[in-house]
């Protein structure tokens, strides 16, 4: 019993030590504050609105224009009484979305308890980053933006938090623009990893170049590991955006998944015909069946990341980032 024992311990002690360890942020401070856009927005009284959407506009500098000009899509040529009476028009019509939205977030102090964590995480890497000093939560047209970053805010579009059985996601018209296996991440759990994928995007904006499939995949495997540096707490099937039972199927079958590219001559290729089927949002892989997740060669990037990472793990994470993506491929030697 004693030696059973004793290989459970070296057997997790080995497995916990595939990660490699969180540093201690809890002497970071952070300086950032809620602010709730839209229950002032649908607070707003209707027989002063002219005014008191001038006011609450100017109140939020960073992001009031943009909630009208860019969200709404009012025109910028407008008069102010028609811009209020446009904006009144949505408030009407998303009252019952913004009741819903009420039940789930009148107290959003846990969901800005996970981003400071994370933030924290980005001062310990990045001390000289600017990081936001606001949370903005808004509402705004279900077929449109969702969580953005601004110059000095995160702003959490609440409307794609609802939960994924939210039945207004069901509705054609937003399916043509978020289908479901996008409306499936709708959730209030992904507010903290949309957050910090827009600071890492920040931080390394993707570029549009004509590399190789395989450089593609690990500079989305980069930005995938520096997530889960940011968000240690958080499942790895939700930084990648796949449910539970696809992320373990993943690794369960991450032999085949290699072959695909392997096999096939993927992985040096620069036709984005090919490219687009591996990269970026998609419902599935067709190669890999119905129940396969799209991007899979994001997933596959993130394996190569992990496997440099496990053989150079004094790399510090600004310098990962920074390191040329076909050189982590050829000095990972990944194969599964």
């Not at 939210?166 to 409306?183: G, L, R």
């Not at 910090?196 to 170049?209: A, T």
């Not at 690794?251 to 290699?258: D, G, L, V």
Request: hydrophobic share 35%; charged share 25%.
């Amino acid at each position: 019993m004693r030696l059973t024992i004793c290989l459970l311990m070296i057997v997790l002690f080995l497995s916990c030590n595939n990660e490699p360890s969180r540093p201690d942020v809890s002497n970071i401070s952070v300086n950032l504050v809620t602010r709730r856009f839209e229950k002032e927005l649908f607070l707003i009284d209707s027989t002063q609105r002219t005014p008191a959407l001038d006011k609450l506009i100017g109140s939020y500098p960073s992001f009031g224009e943009h909630f009208l000009s860019s969200i709404l899509n009012a025109d910028p040529r407008w008069s102010a009484d028609s811009v209020s009476q446009y904006v009144y028009g949505f408030v009407s019509s998303y009252r019952n979305l913004y009741d819903s939205a009420e039940k789930i977030f009148n107290d959003f102090s846990p969901y800005e308890k996970e981003i400071k964590q994370g933030i924290r995480y980005v001062k310990h890497y990045y001390p000289a980053y600017k990081a936001p000093r606001e949370i903005i939560t808004y509402i705004g047209p279900l077929d449109g933006y969702g969580d953005i970053l601004t110059e000095d805010a995160l702003v959490v579009g609440l409307h794609q938090h609802l939960g994924s059985n939210f039945s207004q996601y069901k509705t054609t018209w937003v399916q043509e623009t978020y289908p479901q296996y996008i409306t499936n991440r709708f959730t209030p759990e992904y507010i903290s990893v949309n957050c910090m994928k827009n600071i890492v995007l920040d931080m390394y904006p993707e570029k549009s170049e004509d590399k190789s499939l395989v450089y593609q995949m690990v500079e989305k495997g980069k930005r995938l590991y520096m997530l889960s540096r940011l968000l240690p707490e958080t499942d790895e099937y939700k930084l990648i955006g796949y449910t539970q039972k696809q992320l373990k199927d993943c690794y369960e079958h991450e032999t085949q998944i290699w072959d695909l590219f392997v096999q096939n001559n993927f992985l040096q290729t620069i036709d984005n015909n090919v490219i687009k089927n591996y990269i970026g949002e998609g419902p599935k892989t067709q190669e890999l069946g119905e129940s396969s997740p799209g991007n899979i060669g994001s997933f596959a990037g993130w394996q190569i990341v992990k496997q440099y990472m496990k053989k150079k793990p004094d790399t510090k994470l600004p310098d990962l980032m920074k390191s040329d993506a076909e050189i982590i491929f050829q000095e990972a030697r990944y194969k599964p």
